[in-house]
């Protein structure tokens, strides 16, 4: 049912509307009145009405400011304008603030009959519109999810060929040919959600909201796959993905909820996007193995160049933290590494192992401290990270063949 409001301050004009016009034939239930536009205005506020049919001349505010103003702020209803007056420019101003029709007094009732049909015409049809469009949204809805799903899953799984590609990446709404991406595969009890893994990711990028998907892998209850960008050169990108894996482990973690992430590597372009989910699968089940869950980055662990480029972070690492504790389990940790898996790489990759590294650089540091400054050796030794200065001496005469005491009276 619609409802209508009549504004006019001659009363007998609205007693006289109510009791010409078949408003039921409208499906008009309810008919309010108001003797001007300010009180029109303030009362469609509140009720809410369908058509406004309103005098142009009355105190206070008159209709075709009403219109103007209900025009704007209520855009659905509809306007007629009942006049004593022929004037052009009030008919002008009547039709640009969209008003149904402009009618003459006195009153022709079947023009008047004629303006009510059409503005409930018009009302049913931006409703029925309205119904459909929620219709369609409700349906896309449901169905986008799946699509997307379907997009992501032949980007994985299948052979494709470049227009068929790119058509599926652009449907996916992922910058896939713009920017390089990885992927992750993300094992955990039966009460992982994407909901908690999407909370986690946004919480390590700091709440930003980049374009990302989280979609179940193979419909299982507790695997899901995280595909998201990560820019920048390849040793920046690998200790991006490194710090978002260890935020986002870290918030399930703060939730009970162990999980095993295995990392893709960063790939440009839709076309590595299966590469990239093949060693995110393989990489999981590696994983799954460590104690306690774990993480494993496939680039990391099994690949050749960024293995390279892992170790060079790790040594830039160990070049400012070397005041710092540092043990093997540790920096492995840092960098998501097994502790015997780092030893064996840093020593293949280096030609060193990882314990005379960091010595090695703490004797340098503690060699050049006491060859220029004034600084005691056992301030020397607290400097480069001993807190033992026995310890100090005995490490630094390993490495230089003589006692910390013993440099100055040497080399000066």
């Not at 039921?24 to 009362?43: H, K, M, N, Q, T």
């Not at 990028?205 to 390849?234: C, K, M, V």
């Not at 920046?236 to 986002?248: G, K, M, N, T």
């Not at 070397?322 to 990759?349: C, D, H």
């Amino acid at each position: 049912m619609y409802k209508v409001l009549l504004v006019d301050d001659e009363v007998w004009i609205k007693r006289s509307l109510r009791k010409e016009i078949d408003w039921p034939s409208f499906e008009i239930g309810d008919v309010a009145e108001a003797s001007d536009g300010e009180e029109a205005y303030r009362l469609a506020t509140e009720y809410k009405p369908d058509v406004i049919i309103t005098d142009v001349k009355m105190p206070r505010m008159d209709g075709i400011e009403l219109a103007r103003i209900v025009s704007r702020s209520m855009p659905e209803v509809k306007v007629i304008i009942l006049s004593g007056y022929a004037e052009f420019g009030l008919v002008r101003q009547a039709l640009n603030e969209r008003v149904i029709d402009y009618i003459l007094k006195p009153i022709n009732r079947q023009d008047l009959v004629t303006a009510i049909r059409r503005s409930v015409d018009e009302i049913g049809k931006e409703r029925k519109r309205r119904e459909q469009d929620f219709r369609l949204k409700t349906l896309l809805d449901r169905s986008l999810p799946l699509w997307t799903e379907k997009c992501i899953y032949d980007l994985l799984h299948k052979e494709l060929d470049e227009d068929k590609g790119a058509e599926l990446a652009r449907m996916t709404e992922l910058p896939l040919t713009e920017e390089p991406h990885a992927v992750l595969l993300i094992k955990g009890s039966g009460t992982l959600s994407a909901e908690a893994i999407s909370a986690a990711y946004t919480r390590a990028r700091d709440g930003s909201r980049t374009p990302h998907l989280i979609l179940p892998h193979f419909q299982t209850e507790r695997e899901y796959l995280l595909i998201a960008p990560f820019q920048g050169g390849s040793a920046a990108a690998y200790a991006e993905l490194s710090c978002r894996i260890a935020a986002i482990r870290q918030f399930l973690s703060d939730t009970g909820e162990q999980v095993h992430i295995g990392a893709g590597s960063i790939r440009a372009g839709w076309h590595e996007l299966g590469a990239s989910y093949r060693e995110a699968v393989y990489a999981c089940r590696q994983a799954a193995l460590e104690p306690d869950g774990g993480v494993v980055l496939y680039a990391v662990r099994f690949g050749r160049k960024e293995t390279s480029e892992v170790i060079e972070q790790i040594k830039t690492y160990l070049e400012s933290a070397y005041r710092e504790p540092l043990t093997l389990e540790g920096v492995a940790q840092r960098f998501y590494l097994n502790p015997s898996y780092l030893s064996r790489l840093f020593k293949q990759v280096t030609g060193e192992n990882f314990i005379g590294y960091i010595t090695r650089i703490r004797i340098e540091e503690a060699y050049r401290l006491l060859m220029h400054t004034e600084m005691p050796v056992h301030q020397v030794g607290e400097h480069v990270g001993y807190e033992n200065t026995n310890y100090f001496s005995k490490s630094f005469k390993k490495v230089k063949g003589f006692a910390p005491a013993e440099c100055k009276k040497l080399f000066r």
